[in-house]
């Protein structure tokens, strides 16, 4: 599993932006994928995550009802669609393929991706 996150980009608070995770091993089919982030001097914190079928998704509280995450299958990709963003969003977000656990606790995860800059201003 080779994950690589991109879309990352600077927009302005309310503003959308659209995350994408690739696996150029193309074979993270089989994974439940999650999505993190860290902000500067904080600690890495759980997003979101989707089950291997896509049958199920889990977020933060903090992101309840402005992201969405899911599986495209044709693109072979897990995507994370950020709606209404905040300044507190502004964060490094990686992806990561969880081969079990607990999907929001990240030392769970087995596969990381080099991470995508969010930066959003006020």
């Known amino acids: 599993v080779q994950l690589q996150a991109s879309g990352g980009g600077l927009v302005q608070a309310g503003g959308s932006l659209r995350l994408s995770c690739a696996d150029a091993?193309?074979?993270?089919?089989?994974?439940?994928m999650g999505w993190f982030r860290q902000a500067p001097g904080k600690e890495r914190e759980f997003v979101a995550a989707?089950?291997?079928?896509?049958?199920?998704?889990y977020y933060a509280d903090s992101v309840k009802g402005r992201f969405t995450i899911w599986r495209d299958g044709a693109k072979n990709t897990v995507n994370l669609q950020m709606n209404r963003l905040k300044p507190e969003d502004t964060a490094v977000y990686y992806c990561?393929?969880?081969?079990?656990?607990?999907?929001?606790?990240?030392?769970?995860?087995?596969?990381w991706g080099q991470g995508t800059l969010v930066t959003v201003s006020s």
């Open positions: 990561a393929a969880l081969w079990s656990g607990d999907v929001t606790r990240a030392k769970d995860y087995k596969y």
């Open positions: 091993g193309g074979t993270f089919t089989t994974y439940d």
């Open positions: 989707i089950s291997w079928s896509g049958g199920s998704t």
